[in-house]
């Protein structure tokens, strides 16, 4: 079994939200609770921008970050887990797998034929090295999956 993903899964999925929820949502609350200097304390619309910011932001890590998943594969099967629990597909149960570049990483999107208990698309930030080994461990596995020559 080879683990596709980076080891930057566990930074992104786990540390960089809740520093960034913790250190902005105090923030807020600060502003929202705390009175400034000679008793008045931020204007409302600073506040309501702030809690904006707050909100948008957790909705992007939301979607952006806490959905990765730690994907390992090996010649029968893909496991995904988030950590706590871990759930193995055979090969006939994946539908595609895309392979998309965003210039400073790379993702994997693996779609299943029947929704498993991650959803019918489980994704990752893969390490491009971990994947060639796999491809070179298991020719032909990921073959007709994406454009590699077997």
């Not at 707050?54 to 806490?66: E, K």
Request: glycine content about 8%.
């Amino acid at each position: 079994m080879i683990n596709i993903s980076t080891n930057a899964t566990l930074l992104l999925k786990f540390a960089i939200p809740i520093c960034w929820l913790i250190f902005f949502g105090s923030f807020t609350i600060a502003a929202w609770v705390v009175p400034g200097a000679e008793g008045e304390g931020p204007g409302l619309s600073v506040k309501i921008g702030l809690t904006l910011f707050v909100l948008v932001g957790a909705a992007f890590l939301y979607w952006g970050l806490l959905r990765l998943k730690r994907i390992e594969m090996d010649g029968e099967f893909v496991y995904a887990t988030n950590y706590f629990k871990t759930y193995r597909y055979p090969w006939h149960n994946i539908a595609k797998i895309d392979e998309k570049d965003y210039l400073l990483f790379k993702t994997l999107h693996v779609y299943l034929e029947k929704p498993g208990k991650f959803g019918e698309k489980v994704y990752c930030v893969i390490s491009q090295k971990r994947l060639n080994e796999f491809i070179a461990a298991n020719p032909g596995v990921l073959a007709p999956f994406l454009d590699i020559e077997s």
